[in-house]
């Protein structure tokens, strides 16, 4: 791997590089990069792809990138289109465009405005989403955020997490239906459902708003319901004691 971690790369119209060790990496224009790619600073504003891993400081893709290998990046800004072959790994990111991963996707802070889609596993500690999501698998993550779009289809097949909250996005200038947020399994301690569409929501505090429709729901603590919703069963569940008798 070639070290140029004091120069620059620039790419100006269509070219190849092999890979390397770079500080700032520009792409305006089309490029291919053969090798793995480590920068502090990347910034793409055409169509570049990545025939390896790539490591950087801060990316932001206001174009279409595809990386064959893993992406691991601090900090991340997505405008155009991202699809990541291997694993995904960035401390926080703002998704405005499009992040595709064919595997597993880790990190702390997310914002999706755009649309999150995960063949594989999800970990993250928060997630703000008023966009579109597509998770095929667990999505792990300590506080859910969602604001349902009335254009957008959304499914996580299974979630764990310490709080959740769905709800419709408000507008007085749009009447349309909202299509509902699904998911196999919803499991956390407090959980705040609108337009939800499920399977099974287990919890200790549970509250079921309006558009819901839920096969069965297991509450330790309390359990609420609005009008307008479909709810299979509804059953507390009483707790083990910690501690036996001797």
Avoid: W
Wanted: aromatic share 4%; charged share 30%.
């Amino acid at each position: 791997m070639v070290d140029d971690r004091n120069r620059n790369l620039t790419i100006m119209g269509e070219s190849s590089t092999a890979g390397g060790k770079f500080d700032k990496m520009r792409v305006m224009g089309e490029c291919q990069v053969n090798g793995d790619l480590e920068v502090r600073s990347c910034k793409v504003m055409g169509n570049c792809t990545v025939n390896g891993g790539m490591t950087c400081g801060y990316f932001r893709n206001m174009g279409e990138v595809t990386v064959h290998g893993e992406l691991n990046a601090d900090e991340m800004r997505l405008i155009g289109q991202t699809s990541v072959k291997e694993q995904c790994s960035v401390r926080k990111a703002g998704i405005y465009g499009e992040l595709n991963c064919e595997k597993t996707l880790s990190g702390e802070e997310m914002l999706v405005r755009g649309m999150l889609h995960s063949r594989g596993n999800v970990s993250l500690e928060k997630l703000d989403m008023k966009g579109g999501i597509f998770v095929d698998g667990l999505l792990n993550c300590g506080t859910i955020e969602i604001v349902l779009k009335f254009d957008a289809d959304n499914y996580v097949r299974e979630i764990g997490t310490g709080s959740i909250s769905v709800k419709k996005k408000r507008s007085i200038f749009n009447h349309a239906p909202v299509v509902n947020f699904q998911a196999d399994l919803i499991e956390g301690d407090d959980i705040d459902l609108e337009y939800t569409t499920a399977r099974v929501v287990r919890g200790a505090r549970v509250a079921i708003g309006t558009g819901c429709k839920i096969d069965r729901i297991e509450y330790t603590e309390t359990y609420t319901s609005e009008r307008h919703t479909e709810v299979g069963e509804a059953v507390k569940i009483l707790e083990e004691k910690k501690e036996t008798e001797k």
